[in-house]
C-alpha cells in the first residue's frame, strides 16, 4: 500500500505564491509601514526551496519594492531562509516560516541602510 503522512515533508508541497499581512514587532524605520510581502517558493529539491521575495513598503510617503532572491531549507514543516542581501546589496532579508497546507506564520527582519525592521508574518497561498 502506499504510504502517506499528514505532515509535509518535501519542498513541494510548499512550492508556489504567497502574500503575507503583516504586524511590525520591533525596529528603528521611522514612518515606514509594508505594503505587501509576496514570496514565490520554487522546488529546488526535496529539502530546498529556491525563494523569489519581494517587499513593497512606503518609508516617508515614498514607495519602495525591493527583490531578493533565497534558498530556504525545509526540514518537515519548518523554513529557514538565512540573512540574505539584494542584487545590490542595498539591503538585507531574512524569513524563518512553519507551514501548515494553505497558510503560513512566519517573522522576518528587513535591514536598510539606515534602519531596521521586524514583522510577524500571516501568509495564504494565492
Do not use: H, K
Not at 514583522?119 to 495564504?124: A, I, T
Request: proline share 4%; aromatic share 8%.
Amino acid at each position: 500500500p502506499e504510504c502517506t503522512s499528514e505532515d509535509p515533508d518535501d519542498a513541494g508541497d510548499v512550492a508556489g505564491r504567497w502574500e503575507y499581512t503583516a504586524t511590525a514587532t520591533s525596529g528603528d524605520c521611522v514612518d515606514t509601514t509594508l505594503s505587501s510581502y509576496r514570496i514565490v517558493f520554487r522546488s529546488q529539491d526535496p529539502e530546498t526551496l529556491r525563494t523569489d521575495l519581494l517587499v513593497t513598503y512606503v518609508a516617508g510617503g515614498v514607495e519602495d519594492t525591493l527583490s531578493f532572491e533565497l534558498m530556504c531549507p525545509l526540514t518537515g514543516v519548518e523554513l529557514a531562509c538565512d540573512r540574505t542581501p539584494n542584487a545590490d546589496a542595498s539591503a538585507m532579508v531574512d524569513f524563518y516560516g512553519t507551514y501548515g497546507g494553505d497558510t503560513m506564520t512566519a517573522t522576518s527582519t528587513l535591514e536598510l541602510a539606515a534602519c531596521s525592521i521586524s514583522w510577524e508574518l500571516d501568509g495564504v497561498r494565492y
